[in-house]
């Protein structure tokens, strides 16, 4: 089956629609021109490319704390969306048991934007977290990971790395930061997403210095724990970048057709409770 007639799940796209939802004013980044992407829009990316669910990852850059957006995304999708969430540190229980009844299945942890320090002792928030069976989305870089191992190890939340982990393609595979997310396959409670290649490769398309990186994780978290995501509209590329050839870098990654399925549909299906 070719991998653009296999059905599958984004599990990390954005959604901006400033002219519904005015971005916030003291947002450190407008997204506009070809970065904004509505919900409207993005529907017709899916019937596109066969996409029949996908994860909306809320953004810190224009809307950070101001779901909005979305939220309204959830609703109109009709059960084909989840999203991931940005909330101030200080949300409640029950702020985000609302979150949780209105399709969001995780929180974002920013640390690539924020730094370490936020999180270092976050510790709170994750206990809710897990009260709640909600992921703690991970975006890390370079070696950011290891400041944060400690307090990973004390809390029992469900992990969601995006972007593969964000290596640092200079200091290869075996970088503690990168050996610290691969050691994480053993708790049996993280995933990751083999997206975002461009965001860590120091190379235009096909992006081959990060390759090695997303075979490697595979291989220690195995296709019932590792998904696709996009990252449409592509915020900040600093190459053009189209969906179509995405799928055609991961199907050369990953030809093997089972292993295909289970990135692109069963494992991410499962986990967040999609319908056929």
Request: aromatic share 10%; glycine share 6%.
């Amino acid at each position: 089956m070719s991998i653009f007639d296999q059905p599958k799940i984004d599990t990390h796209h954005h959604v901006f629609d400033p002219v519904n939802f005015p971005y916030i004013a003291d947002t450190a980044y407008r997204p506009a021109g070809h970065e904004i992407g509505t919900v409207e829009y993005y529907q017709a990316v899916m019937q596109a490319y066969n996409i029949r669910h996908s994860l909306i990852v809320g953004p810190t850059s224009g809307y950070n704390t101001d779901s909005r957006c979305l939220l309204d995304a959830l609703e109109k999708g009709n059960g084909r969306f989840r999203g991931i969430a940005v909330v101030p540190f200080d949300s409640s229980l029950d702020r985000l048991a609302e979150l949780k009844q209105a399709g969001v299945v995780g929180i974002a942890l920013n640390v690539a934007m924020l730094g370490v320090e936020p999180f270092i002792n976050f510790d709170n928030m994750m206990g809710k977290l897990a009260e709640l069976d909600l992921f703690a989305a991970i975006q890390v870089q370079d070696d950011q990971l290891l400041a944060l191992m400690s307090m990973l190890a004390r809390t029992k939340t469900k992990l969601l790395f995006d972007h593969s982990g964000r290596p640092d393609v200079s200091a290869g595979l075996q970088q503690p930061a990168f050996q610290a997310l691969l050691s994480l396959a053993a708790t049996e409670r993280c995933w990751v997403k083999l997206s975002g290649l461009s965001k860590f490769s120091h190379q235009p398309f096909p992006y081959r210095d990060g390759h090695d990186y997303q075979l490697a994780l595979l291989e220690a978290f195995s296709a019932d724990r590792c998904m696709w995501g996009s990252d449409w509209p592509f915020l900040r590329a600093e190459h053009r970048m189209d969906l179509g050839t995405l799928l055609m870098l991961f199907n050369d990654l990953f030809p093997d057709e089972n292993i295909q399925k289970k990135i692109m549909w069963e494992t991410p299906k499962q986990l967040f409770g999609f319908e056929d």
